[in-house]
């Protein structure tokens, strides 16, 4: 749905799945593409890390989801650099902290994004019915990324950053709970 144009004259644009590790990253493909999708990486090696920067800083737009598989070190080193990179924040060991009286529920929604503007409608998707038990911490976020969801006042969920003539917008957990918002 999010991929989906919202006016009805205008065709869905062509979504193509490729299985991949960020490390066999063919620059090739990368051209062809106008949104990587990142949803674990058990590890980034300098090399990957450069064609993904570079794809961001031309134009292209990638997604991060920092779930279980993703090794935020690695990450960090390659593609925060300590805020020289194109990452939003640095990321911190992962953490299972339950709310005080159950998990944590994303809040602070930012719906007047244009990636988060479905959720304006519950017809459409509801966060309400998310819940998040493991999430990536995130320090250091860079003074020109922002937030689009928390979890609280301290642990951002969903950070974006301007690259280049590109977009990144990581999310510090994974994708299973995405699935509850849309059903």
Known sequence: LALAPRAEELLAP?????????SKLDPERLGE????????LPRMDAEAASR????????????????????PISLTENLHRGGRGILPARLLPRETRPAEGGEKKPRDLATGHPALSIFKDPEEGDFSRITVRRW???????????VLARLDADSPWIVERSAGSGKVVLVTGGTGSFGKALT
Do not use: K, Q
């Open 14 to 22: 062509p979504v193509i799945f490729r299985s991949t590790f960020a």
């Open 136 to 146: 990536t911490r995130v320090a250091d976020l860079s003074p020109d990324s922002s």
């Open 33 to 40: 593409s106008r949104v990587v999708i990142i949803t674990g």
């Open 52 to 71: 993904l920067e570079r794809f961001v800083r031309g134009g292209g737009g990638l997604l991060i989801f920092a779930g279980e598989e993703t090794e």
